[in-house]
């Protein structure tokens, strides 16, 4: 290791300028380190959300909870799937161990319930979506101003919002308690049935004139001008105003509907101090900076706020909670940093050499900043408190080497040679021990859950921090130490080796160190140290009765899993009386009772408009003042509240923040079996019992009452005959309750839902069977089936009836020829009667007549015969006109007829295709259903696919240990039905998983440090002294804790895995130097005694200042990130005082033990051997003589 030495003193220029590039780059790291109050932490846990509007629980969780949990519960990555189930709403929460990948888990999740989705209920909505301390809000404001709600709603969704939106680091921005409007289109039936207007058209109509359109650009003489088509619509008399197209032209969306704005009815009133308020939470993107995210937004808000008359208070702000706590710590660490220099001027009483140890306490941390910069890590609590733990111990290794060429130069020049032979001596022994404490957190890298990602980042840290100081104390400190060390004595002229290559490094002998003059410190302190040595017995009796006794009181200690943040607040439940309809008026004088309280800053108050027959639940949430004791508020608000009549239930619990989010804050006793009656029971039992256990302060049951669900019952039969199904009915319950959402416009310069809602009964439980249904198609078709089959009929009758006609009017033409042809036959007779008498009668001769009268006779006849042609003429030309009247009226008849025949068939057609275009009659629900109320459970909870009800309780603070006593008490002796079981889950199942994994991780430390230690001391022997030691170091810690009343937490034990490299470092320095003496041929009491007293000093040192840079941490005196600083910082002061003491004390006994015991054994191998030899050469001896004898004999 001395060759980094060497390199240094031969390039110190060099040296010296990088010391400066580090304390730059050191500077420029800190400032731009990300700052948070903890380390990011993601969950493995995935949430699926199912919502299918107007199912009841138990359908909701048949339908849809129990086969996604099936479909979740067949990942083989899965370990546990629980669900929640309520109406219209399925919750499943699916965990993973933390080994898995997020990514492919998440992806297989997705998989698995998108899969399932067809089978859902129509208009279901899934969601999937993980979390972790990310989602945390980095601010919660509220909002209030004195105009109208609506208004500065909008406004503060119109410009609030989107500023904050825009911030660099912000996700999303949601705004709560906004009263907002939508444009319902009521339809009117009559008029919509008059103008043959279908609901459906509305839609397409609201798309198509809802936005203006690009068509292009125009040549101007101005340029280019754009052209939009349309203008957006901005008002609801734009939306009645739109044009519909109907067979009979065009009509007005106002003829056959009521568009209105109205406000949509809110689901909860949120209330700050008192007074209705709208609610901002800003929610920081993965890796962005919540402190600059807080200023940003803050100066957004000073900005906006006199515009829109508004007064914004801070409820909540991670920024001042961060700042502070790193202000606070880094206020400890430079105290701790002044203690420690202070402590090594004490011991070292040279400023120059104190200097030198001090320069190398900020490089180190300078080194860390850097290396937290480019791992990506965050400047937390965490990683400060590791900052400012490792304050006192970057400097141990600067302290052993400044004492070793301190102690090694005496009053002589300081060459390289001398640096370098100091350095040498102690190179092997400081890394030896630097590498040991780094061992001990290697484990964590495998420390799963909430544990290794908090306290990963703190390992990293201690870490790279001393890494860094052995760096500092093998290159930075021996340049310093040879420029600021190297003043000759008085009166010496001897010349100084300015390369440490140019001298030969002569080595100083180890057994020289043993006969320097013991300094007053030595004096002082090594008579106790060696009467313990010359009692070994009875020094090991009373260190075992102490670590016994110690081991005995520490079951006394209360645990805890994270402690408090300091940033907490109490909230409470409160339910009231039955008959209690205003909320609001019942939320009143509590919120005027909590907000006189002393050390209540903020009332959030949270009113539900809760569901019928279901006990509304209010919520309050109190913050505090700063440094307000969450305590002592508590008991005030207690007493407070007591003085209040007619509040109902009222209840108290105390939330932390931060350590909340990431541990929890209750123990969840999860009750599960099949029986829900017997799961109610078990339930109210457990809360009755618990609820007076000591160490509690409440219990939270997650049963509520049962609530009244209105169950709509087909008739199946009638019901499917007309077209409907359950889906149908469903739908058309909630479009007629709810409207049907057809799409969103911006109006009034707010994007707002546009809803069509269908006529029938008033919006009340009461009045759902009036709700008229939507026609099917199977009504439609029977009504026109009805229609054709009327129009069948109808000419059906019509042909009858002509029939019936046409007989009759042939029967009387029948008649009428009969009468004539009677009549004919009559006159027939009577002229054959005159035609006979005729022939008959005798013929009388006429009278001669005269010429004259021949010729008048003739005259007379010519006469009439031209009468007679006349007559026939003009008779002829009458019966010819007589005939053309008789063809015209033929011709009239036929035309008349035909025009007949033409309307019949118009009329029959336009009856026909009205017979097609019938549609069918809307019924109402109660025509094929019967309406009915039913009681049943608010809410279904099931674990691994059986019910449950979990009980939440919250421990009192550091009581956890006796709230977990108090559950098991509670479940051994309370006579529980049958058929029940128990699981612990919270805050308590994870205190047991990592008080278990750090419990492994301390084994596992145990034994890298071994290898460490076997590694540098090449034997078995010695690094089992320091193993056997290990116990006997915590005891310290568990002192410290007792008395100091700290609970034991993570803190607690991420300090006591510390200790255990802790209390190896000053043992490796020690025993590293007994070995050299007693190589360099000292005996084992001269090495032990000797070593002891020479490293006495950089021992108490190097404890000294850790334990005095410690302190301020320890004390909490500032108070930020005391809930993980203190406890650790308490554990490892304890645990160093008892390691100084066992290292200077236990280590050299049972060193002295056990060699003295290994050299009894080579003494008896040896006196073993010897005798061996010994009567070998007796038996060589005697076959030599036994061989001289026979050759005497012979000759």
């Known amino acids: 290791m001395t060759f980094f030495t060497r390199a240094s003193l031969k390039n110190r220029l060099l040296v010296g300028l990088m010391t400066l590039a580090i304390a730059v780059l050191g500077l420029f790291s800190m400032s731009a380190l990300k700052q948070e109050l903890m380390p990011s932490m993601q969950v493995p846990m995935a949430f699926v959300s199912v919502q299918s509007q107007g199912l009841a629980p138990e359908e909701m969780s048949r339908t849809v909870t129990e086969p996604v949990e099936q479909a979740l519960g067949s990942i083989p990555a899965i370990t546990s799937v629980t669900s929640t189930t309520s109406s219209g709403m399925s919750q499943i929460i699916v965990e993973w161990p933390f080994t898995e990948s997020e990514d492919d888990t998440l992806r297989a999740i997705k998989s698995a319930a998108d899969s399932l989705k067809p089978s859902f209920p129509s208009g279901s909505e899934l969601e999937v979506f993980s979390g972790g301390s990310n989602d945390m809000p980095a601010m919660v404001l509220s909002a209030g101003s004195d105009t109208d709600a609506i208004e500065f709603g909008d406004a503060l969704a119109q410009t609030v919002v989107p500023a904050i939106q825009g911030v660099s680091g912000v996700k999303q921005v949601t705004l709560s308690g906004h009263e907002e409007q939508r444009v319902t289109i009521d339809l009117r039936p009559a008029d919509m049935t008059r103008l043959k207007v279908a609901p459906e058209q509305i839609a397409p109509v609201l ?77 920081p993107a993965p890796g962005a900076n919540v402190v600059d995210i807080s200023h940003a937004v803050n ?10 008359h508004a007064e914004f208070a801070t409820i909540f702000d ?39 140890a001090a320069v190398s306490i900020p490089l180190s941390l300078l080194i860390t900043l850097i290396g937290l910069w480019w791992s990506g890590n965050t400047l937390n609590i965490l990683t400060l408190g590791a900052l400012t733990i490792a304050i006192g111990r970057v400097v141990d290794d600067s302290i052993v080497v400044i004492e070793n060429i301190s102690r090694r130069r005496g009053s002589g020049p300081l060459t390289p040679s001398g640096v370098v032979a100091s350095v040498r001596q102690v190179a092997g022994a400081i890394t030896a021990s630097t590498l040991t404490t780094v061992a001990v957190f290697l484990p964590i890298a495998f420390v799963s859950g909430i544990a290794g990602q908090l306290f990963r980042p703190f390992a990293v840290t201690v870490t790279i921090a001393l890494l860094a100081s052995l760096a500092v104390a093998l290159t930075i400190v021996p340049v310093l130490a040879y420029w600021f060390m190297r003043k000759q004595r008085h009166g010496d002229t001897s010349p100084v080796a300015e390369d440490p290559e140019s001298a030969e490094l002569a080595e100083v002998s180890d057994l020289d160190e043993i006969h320097a003059a013991p300094d007053r410190l030595q004096r002082t ?97 109190l913050q505090l003042d700063d440094g307000a004791d969450v305590e002592v508020v508590g008991e005030k608000v207690d007493k407070a509240l007591a003085k209040l009549k007619d509040t109902g239930d009222l209840r108290r619990e105390t939330q932390d923040a931060f350590v909340g989010d990431a541990g929890g804050s209750g123990i969840s006793l999860q009750i599960q079996g099949k029986d829900p009656a017997a799961l109610r029971a078990a339930s109210e039992l457990l809360e009755k019992e618990l609820a007076k256990a000591d160490g509690v302060q409440s219990v939270k049951s997650e049963l509520a009452g049962e609530q009244p669900v209105v169950r709509v019952k087909l008739d199946e039969a009638k019901a499917a005959t007309l077209g409907f199904d359950r889906g149908s009915i469903a739908r058309a319950v909630q479009e007629a309750l709810q409207g049907k959402q057809v799409g969103r416009l911006m109006l009034l310069g707010q994007e707002r839902d546009i809803v069509v809602r269908t006529p029938g009964a008033e919006r009340t439980a009461d009045k759902l069977g009036e709700i008229l249904l939507p026609v099917t198609p199977q009504q439609t078709a029977a009504a026109q089936k009805i229609a054709l089959d009327a129009l069948a009929d109808k000419a059906k009758a019509e042909a009858e009836e002509a029939r019936l006609k046409g007989n009759a009017e042939l029967t009387k033409q029948l008649n009428e020829a009969s009468a004539q042809r009677s009549e004919l036959v009559s006159q027939i007779g009577v002229l054959n009667q005159q035609l006979a008498m005729l022939r008959s009668a005798p013929i009388i001769p006429e009278e001669p007549r005269s010429p004259e009268d021949d010729a008048l006779l003739r005259a007379e006849q010519e006469r ?136 492994a991780a301390m084994l596992g430390a145990i034994m890298l440090v071994l290898l460490v230690m076997i590694a540098t001391f090449r034997s078995f022997r010695g690094p089992l002294v320091l193993l056997i030691s290990i116990p006997f170091a915590a005891t310290g810690a568990i002192l410290g804790l007792l008395l100091t009343g700290t609970p034991l937490g993570l803190p607690a034990l991420i300090g006591l895995l510390m200790l255990i490299g802790i209390v190896v470092t000053n043992a490796i320095v020690l025993m590293d130097l007994v070995n050299r003496l007693r190589a360099s041929g000292a005996s084992l009491k001269e090495a032990v005694e000797h070593g002891t007293r020479l490293r006495l000093r950089p021992i108490l040192m190097t404890a000294a200042a850790t334990i005095f840079a410690l302190i301020p941490m320890s004390l909490g005196l500032t108070g930020g990130g005391v809930f993980i600083s203190k406890p650790l910082a308490i554990v490892v002061i304890g645990g160093l005082i008892s390691s100084t003491l066992l290292t200077l004390v236990l280590v050299p006994i049972l060193y002295t033990l056990m060699e003295r015991r290994r050299e009894r054994k080579l003494a008896k191998r040896e006196t073993r051997r010897e005798r061996r030899e010994e009567r070998r050469a007796e038996r060589d001896e005697a076959r030599e003589a036994q061989r001289a004898l026979k050759q005497g004999l012979t000759e």
Do not use: C
């Not at 003429?873 to 009226?889: F, P």
């Open 299 to 308: 100066a957004e808000l000073d900005r906006l706020a006199p515009g829109l």
């Open 864 to 999: 009439a015969e031209q009468i007679a042609a006349l007559e026939g003429a003009l008779a002829s030309a009458q019966g010819g006109i007589t005939g053309i009247d008789e063809q015209l009226a033929m011709l009239r008849k036929s035309q008349s007829e035909a025009a007949t025949q033409l309307a019949e068939a118009q009329e029959a057609e336009a009856a026909q295709k009205a017979a097609t275009e019938v549609t069918g009659t809307a019924i109402a629900l109660a025509d094929i259903a019967t309406v009915e109320e039913e009681l049943t459970a608010p809410t279904i909870t099931r674990a691994e696919g059986q019910r449950q009800v979990t009980l939440t309780v919250n421990p009192k603070k550091g009581q956890l240990d006796a709230a977990n006593a108090a559950v098991e008490r509670a479940i051994s002796t309370v006579d529980l039905p049958a058929g029940v079981s128990f699981e612990l889950g919270g805050v308590s199942a994870q205190q047991d998983e990592a008080f278990t994994q750090l419990g």
């Open 318 to 356: 991670q920024a001042p909670f961060i700042e502070q706590s790193i202000h606070d710590l880094s206020v400890e660490g430079g105290l701790g940093l002044l203690f420690a220099v202070l402590v090594i001027l004490a011991f070292l009483g040279s400023w120059r050499s104190t200097i030198i």
């Open 207 to 283: 798309e198509a004139h809802g936005v203006a359109l690009p068509a292009g650009e125009a040549e101007s003489d101005q340029g280019k001008l754009s052209i939009t088509v349309g203008t957006a619509l901005t008002s609801v008399e734009e939306i009645a105003a739109l044009p519909i197209a109907v067979d009979n032209g065009v009509v007005r969306v106002s003829d056959f509907a009521d568009v209105n704005l109205e406000t949509v009815p809110t689901t909860e009133i949120s209330r700050v101090n008192g007074k209705p308020a709208l609610t901002l939470q800003v929610i």
């Open 525 to 621: 302190i090594m008579p106790a140290l060696n009467a313990t040595r010359r009692h070994p017995v009875i020094t090991l009796l009373a260190s075992g009765l102490i670590l016994v006794s110690t081991l005995v009181m520490s079951t006394q200690i209360p645990t805890d899993f994270l402690g408090s943040s300091g940033n907490e607040s109490i909230s409470l439940t409160q339910t009231p009386k039955a008959d209690t309809e205003d909320l609001v008026a019942a939320a009143e004088p509590v919120e005027s009772a909590l907000g006189k309280i002393d050390g209540v800053r903020d009332v959030m108050t949270s009113i539900p408009m809760g569901t019928a027959g279901v006990p509304a639940t209010i919520s309050y949430s």
